[in-house]
């Protein structure tokens, strides 16, 4: 994505908050969580709450305290799921519990989440505002947490009969509800009329769903130098994602038996790997996710048609094709 | 400890509500808390917080969300911990990741520290009043996330050179911030002086200080059938408990090396925890850790002197004493 000019100097300050928040703390605790958050990533959170609070023009310098939030609990979920997952990169290097072990990359992780708490609590605004501001933010974090547990419970339990609709029920958590959020607080605090802050969550919500089905397409047919993530790790770690759950409903009685022992059996094997993915695309799995998330990306856009034209309408407008456009 | 009658029906509310919020929830996701949860525990921080908010002359109804929040926090950490400790039985039963494995055990922890914030959120008083609430919840979690942290760092670390100091603002974090927390939430919600939410803080605090050197005693010196966690489990896990510290500064040079080694080897062989503890027992170690928590409680005793005499009141100075007699 080329970044909006307009938004970089609001994104440098959401960086400068949060690296400031962990460089105040003992380093033995929160040390390894600055180089892990100057790993980067996408920001796409905060970039979509700077831009939501300037689309229903608000003051953009409002939102960098509440953005921060947002991204640092995103990079909370990151060293969590990367433990449950048993994924070995994250942006390109070893995640943070093979460098670090378990113990602490799960203690710093904790430490993560409950600074941020501190830092939302501290907010500066009437009192009855934050709570209300607060209720929104935990109602998030639960569905993000609740769709993470969600997969895990489908893994843990063989469960191979996931529906499309339970799917997205648990991306709408994982991914789709802190989108949802940045979005949603963005017009928040810009002032935007309940209306729009409603239209701003719906926006992100579709987005984010977009974004995750994306994530999954390119996790299968991406390339490693531009995703800086494991090829397949999704079929290694016997993710029940869209594709699966179409391939799985289009399949032979034969190849689906082998999907699921690829799936079941956690291998890491590129043989199976590949097996797996040629069956994925075989049965017209990763153009059918492919399509689920352009018309989603379609369907947020035009929640957007009652504001009024800005470079941060345009900005969000493009962040939404880039979401399914992108190769990383 | 004989629980004090005119508590049990506050602490049975606080179950209530605790098992309430989970029954509400998923499942597939909270499912596992519930039974984690009746397997009970001593539920000393809402007993102290229920006590406290009677002790200052305050309605021991209104303590039950407050206290009932913070318990649920301690579960969260017991979960947390017992994986990064590699911890395998927990209130006598395997630990949540031994059953459930470390993923699911994770995230049911992180599910219950999202519900527990959620919950403190909604709890209904004054804004203003809740947000300053929130501020003294969040420094109290951020103690005991950043003791556990502490204290993985100096196992990933090797280090042995732990002074008292250092070992008392470990565990000054790791337990006794929540009981202190307890204290003061019951004095301050009970509607006590400044005064008063000051001195049940220090009592809370240094009670807690003194449970947890009774637990490092109890663990080398306790038995399985009362104290339901593995015996020497600290020696396997190569805790710096305050037996340690002095035993380091006492023993030879030969028995010095001997128990490092076995410390830091993170042995499971009961010759090996059996020797380590022989120098404990050897160098009075066991001794000085007891008497320095009866001093402790003796202190924390005085703290109460300005409060008039009452059935909450005896109630706190039998928790106390509790706390250095107690075999589980």
Known sequence: MEMPSHIIPYLQDVEAIMEGELAKEDGRVYGMLIPFLKRGGKRIRPILAIAS???????????????????????????????????????????????HG?????????????????????????????????????????????????ELSWIKEGRFDVSEEEYLQMIGGKTSALMGLSCEIGALIGGGTRREQKAMRGFGESVGTAFQIQDDVLNVSGQFEKYKKEIGGDISEGKRTLMVVHCLAHASAQEKERLITILSTHSRDPKDINEAIAYLKKHGSVEYARDRAISLVGKAKSLLKGLPDSEDKAALLSIADYIVNREK
Chains 1, 2 share one sequence.
């Not at 609070?53 to 060293?79: M, Q, Y």
């Open 53 to 99: 609070c300037g689309a229903v023009g608000g003051d953009r310098k409002a939102v960098i305290e509440p953005a921060s939030v947002i991204e640092l609990f995103h990079n909370f979920t990151l060293i969590h799921d990367d433990i449950e997952d048993d994924s070995r990169f994250r942006r390109g290097e070893p995640t943070l519990q093979i460098t």
């Open 102 to 150: 378990i113990p602490i990359a799960l203690n710093s992780g904790d430490a993560l989440y409950t600074l941020l708490w501190k830092k939302l609590i501290s907010i500066k605004m009437p009192p009855a505002r934050l709570v209300r501001m607060q209720a929104l933010y935990a109602d998030a974090f639960k569905r993000v947490v609740d769709g993470q547990g969600l």
